[in-house]
């Protein structure tokens, strides 16, 4: 079914599940308790469920106790229409386990108050901002129509592979490594850095750092690249 408006999950008492449904508007994941430990938010009530977020999805916990968004135990694929983000002003930590099914999203990003953990495929749709702080995403896709997405702030890792664009589409889309923060790099573990056509391409001033991996690229590539063998072959 879906819920036309904004919806409100509080889960400072108690463990709380998200089903698999369409919702028309912002979602929000609230904690506001001061005891210890972690409360979790688990989406999908069951294996195979599909979660829809038209608008955007946020991360508050305001208390000390921490608030952690659980996508692996169902691992639902997950459609995100506006921006991912943690907003709450509490000592407790805000975390997102992603699971291993496939994350759309088509806004921004933003782990910088917080963390999140990756074993699937992220699809990034739109013209939009990742700050990854340090995550580790498995399978990284930039694909939308014409889209653009800079990734700002510390290192962003990608463990399986980097795909830019769609050789199908003819689309020109783009992964923006940002120049003016300090340490800005996107860091390849082990896959194949693609750009799968001819007007795709990889630009900004920070760096791509190809670890122990190949690259294959059929379109631009106008960032600085750094290969780094230190723990297998390129």
């Excluded at 498995?138 to 702030?153: A, C, R």
């Excluded at 001819?198 to 106008?222: K, V, Y």
Aim: aromatic content about 6%; some cysteine.
């Amino acid at each position: 079914g879906t819920i036309s408006c904004d919806v409100t999950f509080y889960t400072t008492f108690a463990a709380i599940v998200a089903s698999g449904r369409t919702y028309g508007g912002d979602v929000e994941f609230y904690n506001t308790s001061n005891f210890n430990g972690t409360t979790n938010a688990t989406l999908g009530e069951t294996l195979g469920a599909t979660v829809i977020i038209t608008g955007n999805l946020s991360v508050k916990a305001t208390g000390k106790q921490n608030l952690n968004i659980d996508g692996l135990t169902n691992s639902p694929d997950v459609q995100v229409g506006g921006n991912i983000d943690y907003t709450g002003t509490g000592s407790g930590s805000e975390s997102i386990d992603m699971g291993i099914g496939l994350w759309t999203v088509t806004g921004s990003i933003d782990f910088s108050n917080g963390s999140a953990t990756h074993d699937g495929t992220l699809l990034m749709n739109g013209t939009a901002n990742l700050i990854a702080n340090n995550t580790t995403f498995f399978d990284l896709v930039i694909n939308g129509n014409t889209n653009t997405v800079t990734v700002t702030g510390s290192n962003t890792k990608v463990a399986g592979t980097l795909t830019i664009g769609n050789v199908a589409d003819g689309n020109s889309d783009t992964l923006d490594i940002a120049s003016g923060f300090s340490g800005t790099s996107t860091t390849v573990g082990s896959g194949v850095v693609f750009t799968a056509s001819g007007s795709d391409s990889i630009t900004g001033s920070g760096t791509l750092i190809m670890q122990n991996s190949s690259l294959e690229t059929d379109g631009t590539l106008s960032a600085n690249v750094r290969y780094d063998a230190t723990n297998g072959d390129l």
